[in-house]
């Protein structure tokens, strides 16, 4: 009789640093500094996580008084998460270079031969949410820096299109902190446990629905959307059982937030261009592109309306983009409307 083939272990409940050293020694050729440049993001995510629980207890609530390179007020917690990733990525030699929302400018962190990644990164994103405690997040990307190590990282190694990540995930810090990681192929939930201080396997291989029944869209801007975003947002209203409408809304205003609901349980999430904002509110570097990124990943998709927000060609470090990212079936029937006008 023949032997029967067993199934793959359960990875369910395996730590993310396994997950991470698995994903190492199944890569032939792997030299370990991606593996370590990863830890070291992760190790950044622990600490932030700390910061974040600690905020009302330690006073490190409210507002620093400077403003950003994007006029916004700077809050006491986003500068802890930034220094806090700076200082952590800054260690091991095999970082480069540092986009951050924070910051005006990219930030050279390592000339090191071994220094061969960028990183991009909203450290601490939906900072209006801090002060009551509404879930906040973290957002990342890494990408292989161009050309000859030993070599300062340029604003061409960070200037590419999303395409070109090699990993992308968020933290969402809300009743639990989790990290959600892609490499491009199968997008994990990692669930974090704070008694251990470990992240744990929770969600595996999480799949996008191909349609959902849950928009979300700060519908305040309304009356500055253009005529094609206007219609798709009163027919979502309209009453059809055949297409599950209405649909619910929800909006929590951290795009990690809405974009982690969006992810489990499809449907749509938009920040679309309108006559305040002409070329939307997001980032493209650290916000749409990781998430993109991430949906696609996970069978969903991501569109500034027109084009994949994964082909865009960044111009500028802090370039904005709008963003509609959810179920595949919910945001092309969102792109339909924007060219129907
Ligand atoms: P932030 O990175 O400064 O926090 O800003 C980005 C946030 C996103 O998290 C969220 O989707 C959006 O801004 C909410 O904007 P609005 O308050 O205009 O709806
Ligand atoms: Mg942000």
Redesign the pocket.
Known sequence: MSASIQPPPPKLGITLETYIMEGMIGSPGATGHFTSLLNQVCLAARMITAHVRAAGLADVLGYTGQTNVQG?AVQKLDELANNTLRSVLSRRGHCAAIVS?EDDEMTPISDDPRAKYVVVV?PL????NIDCNVAIGTIFGILKKRGEGGLPATKDDVLRPGRDLLCAGYLLYSAQTMLVLTFGRGVHGFTYDPGVGEFFLSHENIRCPEKGSVYSI?GGNSTRWSAGVRKWAAWIKEEDKATSRPYSSRYV????A?AHRTLLKGGIFA?PADTKSPKG??RLLY?ANPMAYIFEAAGGAATDGTSRILDLQPTETHERTPLVLGSREDVETFARFLREG
Do not use: M, P, R
Request: proline share 0%.
């Open positions: 916004e929302e909203d994103d939906g900072s209006s700060n205003g951290s795009l990690v809405d920040y509110k997001l916000e």
